[in-house]
């Protein structure tokens, strides 16, 4: 130790005045280097494949659709953004609210920052709804809409068949004659595929093995085993709500293309001509970027594709018992006729 200490003092002794006093000076005023950032590294399987497995949710606060008042605006200022997060947490985090679901959350939040309302009263008043401790803390970005394709942010125009399909689940405030008459999601079916549900049972569990990946939603727990073996779709007479997916990998990217969808698979209005290609992939250690492109020329006239940040959770995906004696679409169907027994008494009285 004293002969490497002896050594040192000795380099030092040849080395220094050979350096100017300028050098010197140069030397004793430098800041230290910054710490090199250890970038971030996609995540693989054993097979190499990236690793796209766990549990991940969708607590996003963007609406799918770029709301009015935002026309023309991709994204917020980071000062906006800040005000929307103060005024969420004012109006959800205490649960004296009621609940809200979807882009309710975002549009009263907006509302209450642009002025144009006050506070948050749930439009379903006629059931009493939630209180806002039902409300999950959501995800904000400063995206103004989940669409990015139209660059509007909005859907594209629907055709006139979907128009009138679009009129028909109007299930809100009109009885049902049976089942049928209700949506896909009352009856415990599905809640369509891709299924964009935020903030409220919207987890989504992924498992990979070489040759397929499993995605399970935890709404209605509908899972969809994608093959990454080249093989065919089916026959396009064979039709399911989930549609028929195959996967591939571009790169680190996992693309997956579906076809052969039932006619309302998909918001209740989609056609047998819906075709969804989506892409997964890891952009940081704890974003899944979801992205999906709609083509169904029997519903939209032209395509729409939309981009989800998906968070990761260390929570599990509990089953959703959604059929075990289905109490909801029953009282649904029992209020139906009472109603229409107070009509009818209504009518009769009139006479």
């Keep these: 130790m004293h002969l490497r200490n002896l050594t040192f003092l000795a380099v030092a002794a040849v080395v220094l005045p050979l350096l100017s006093g300028q050098a010197i000076a140069q030397s004793l005023n430098a ?17 190499g494949q990236p690793d796209l497995q766990g549990v991940w949710a969708n607590n996003s606060a963007t609406p ?16 906006e953004l800040a005000a929307l997060k103060k005024k969420a947490g004012e109006l959800f985090d205490n649960g004296n609210s009621d609940a809200a679901f979807g882009d309710t959350v975002y549009e009263s939040v907006l509302a209450n920052v642009k002025g144009i309302k006050s506070g948050f009263k749930s439009t379903d ?28 942010g909005r859907l594209p125009p629907m055709t006139p068949e979907g128009e009138k399909r679009l009129a028909a ?8 004659a049976g089942p049928e008459d209700r949506s896909l999601s009352e009856r415990c079916i599905t809640y369509g595929s891709p299924q964009m549900i935020a903030g409220y049972q919207s987890f989504y569990q992924i498992v990979q093995n070489p040759t397929s990946v ?33 996967g591939h990998w571009e790169g680190d990217t996992l693309v997956v293309d579906s ?4 006619p309302g698979a998909f918001r209740n209005v989609s056609t047998e001509k819906l075709h969804v290609i989506e892409r997964f992939t ?9 992205q999906f492109t709609i083509d169904d020329p029997g519903t939209w006239t032209k395509p729409w594709t939309a981009m989800i940040s998906l968070r990761p959770s260390k929570k599990i995906v509990y089953e959703y018992a ?19 027994q107070a009509k009818a008494e209504k009518t009769s009285q009139a006479k």
């Design 169 to 176: 689940t109007s299930f809100l405030g009109r009885g049902a």
């Design 125 to 152: 008043g006629g059931t009493g709804d939630y209180s806002s401790v039902w409300t999950v803390a959501r995800d904000w970005d400063n995206r103004t809409s989940l669409i990015t394709d139209p660059s509007d």
């Design 64 to 79: 799918l659709e770029r709301p009015k008042i935002l026309e023309g605006r991709a994204f917020l200022t980071e000062q």
């Design 322 to 340: 959604c059929h075990e004696g289905n109490y909801g679409l029953m009282d649904i169907l029992a209020g139906a006729r009472r109603e229409d």
């Design 214 to 246: 499993v995605m399970l939603t935890e709404m209605i727990h509908d899972a969809r085993v994608i093959p990454l073996d080249a093989r065919p779709h089916v026959s396009s007479n064979i039709q399911t709500w989930n549609g028929d997916p195959r």
């Design 31 to 47: 800041k230290p280097a910054k710490a090199a950032t250890q970038a971030w590294t996609t995540p693989r399987t054993v097979e």
């Design 259 to 262: 076809t052969n969808y039932k």
């Design 282 to 290: 890891r952009t940081g250690p704890d974003t899944l970027q979801w």
